[in-house]
Structures are given as structure tokens and as C-alpha cells.
């Protein structure tokens, strides 16, 4: 690699790092830096999961604090993005994934959209239904989280936003905790889908100790001072975050 494409990729990864600490889609950044340098689309996207994946820990452990208020959630979310995450990647070794890639927009810009309206929803739900109807509600947001958890396995980009949205609809709404969740789900997720990346020869490793090192720097910032923020400017960025991604993904999938 030239001394140019290791500072866009150090570069690239910091900045996803950050984001992804902050509400994900880092993704968007460091697949197509990839591809820019001259790495093959699908290991672009392997190596690009291995490389945010190690740099996840950064973001853990800056949110540690939240984790004791988390626990009751982790049993439910765990086991079906673990198990998402091994049937998304397994699918991105067999699978051509130009059908996929045109939902990624859709996707994104839904997710987006239904975290700018669940603040008004779950004071809804909390004003009009019993505790036992809003327990209920939990179970199909895991099984909406194993359908992110197969995205994530496969692609990624955006599953931060979307668990944010799911955390918001059951419930959750101080955004440190549901940030402190959302990571730790996304570092498993992507942990089953670097085993099988590597396991599958599908790495770049040279460029991936780039990233690694810029990724690791831009989690741990990002989950840092995002705490500093007030909660509603941390929202803020995190729809801002994501219509910006949106609006990438809709040029780069459908422009001429």
C-alpha cells in the first residue's frame, strides 16, 4: 500500500470507529474506502468487519458503566445475534449479494425514520397499555434483532441504527444504556462473522491492521464524549447520522 491509501484508510476507520460508538454505519465509510484502494468488493466487506470488530472492545469498555443497567436485557438479545450473525455471514460466502445491497438504503432510511418517531411512541405505549402487554412486545423485537443480526452478518451497514430503533420501541430511553446495548450486541454479531471470514480466507490482513488501529482510536473517542453530550443533541447526531447514510447509500446503489 502507498502512504496515501494507508492514511485513507487509517482515516476511514477512526471516523467509522467513532460513529459506530455513537449509533453505527460505520460500514458505509470503510467498505467503499476499500473498494477505492483496490480491494475486491466481498473482501472489502470481510475485511472490513474484521477490522471494526477488534476495535468494538473500545466502544464496551467506554460505556462499561451502563452495563449493570443492561444485564436483564443481554439474555434475550445474545442468543439470536449470535446466532443471526453466523447465518448473515455464512450467506455472504454463498450468495451473490447485489440484491441485498439495493435494500441497504430502504433499510437504513427506515430504521432512521422510526427512531425520530419512537420517543413520541413509547410515551404512547406507556400511557394506554398494561406491563404485561408492553413484556409481551419484547419478543417480537427479538425477532426483529435476529433479522438485523443476519444484515449484520452479511453487510452491516446501519445495524446500530436499527437496534437503537428496537431498544426504543420496548422501552429503553436513556440512549447511553441503549448505546452501551446496541454495542455489545454489534461486537458479537460482527465477532461470528470475522470467525467465519478468517476461517474462510475472505481477509486482507494488511489492510485490516490499519484499520484495527484507527478503529480502535475512533471507538474509544467516540463512546468517550458522547457521554459528555446531552442526551437529546447525542439523537440528534444519531438522525442526522442517519439520514446522511441514507442519502449515500440511495446515490451509490442507484445513481446511473
Do not use: C
Not at 461486537?187 to 494488511?206: E, Q, T
Amino acid at each position: 500500500m502507498t502512504v496515501t491509501q494507508t492514511l485513507s484508510l487509517l482515516g476511514a476507520a477512526m471516523a467509522a470507529g467513532a460513529i459506530n460508538a455513537v449509533a453505527g454505519g460505520g460500514t458505509i465509510l470503510t467498505f467503499p474506502t476499500l473498494l477505492a484502494v483496490g480491494t475486491p468488493p466481498v473482501i472489502a466487506n470481510a475485511t472490513s468487519t474484521v477490522a471494526l470488530v477488534i476495535g468494538t472492545g473500545g466502544s464496551v469498555f467506554g460505556f462499561r458503566r451502563h452495563i449493570p443497567a443492561i444485564r436483564e436485557w443481554l439474555w434475550r438479545f445474545v442468543p439470536v445475534s449470535l446466532l443471526g450473525g453466523l447465518i448473515g455471514s455464512w450467506l455472504l460466502t454463498v450468495t451473490d449479494d447485489s440484491t441485498f445491497k439495493h435494500l441497504v438504503p430502504f433499510l437504513i432510511l427506515f430504521a432512521t425514520l422510526l427512531f425520530l418517531v419512537q420517543g413520541v411512541v413509547a410515551r404512547m405505549v406507556k400511557r394506554t397499555v398494561e406491563e404485561p402487554a408492553r413484556k409481551r412486545r419484547v419478543w417480537p423485537a427479538v425477532l426483529f434483532q435476529f433479522g438485523v443480526a443476519i444484515y449484520g452478518g452479511y453487510f452491516g451497514a446501519g445495524i446500530g441504527i436499527l437496534m437503537l430503533a428496537t431498544l426504543g420501541f420496548i422501552g429503553l430511553t436513556d440512549i447511553h444504556r441503549m448505546n452501551a446495548l446496541k454495542n455489545i450486541l454489534g461486537s458479537l454479531i460482527n465477532v461470528v462473522a470475522s470467525v467465519m471470514f478468517i476461517a474462510r480466507g475472505m481477509v486482507d490482513w494488511h489492510k485490516a491492521g490499519v484499520m484495527t488501529v484507527g478503529a480502535i482510536i475512533g471507538y474509544f473517542v467516540g463512546a468517550h464524549w458522547s457521554q459528555k453530550i446531552p442526551q437529546v443533541w447525542v439523537r440528534r447526531l444519531v438522525l442526522a447520522i442517519g439520514f446522511v447514510i441514507s442519502a449515500i447509500t440511495f446515490y451509490r446503489t442507484f445513481r446511473a
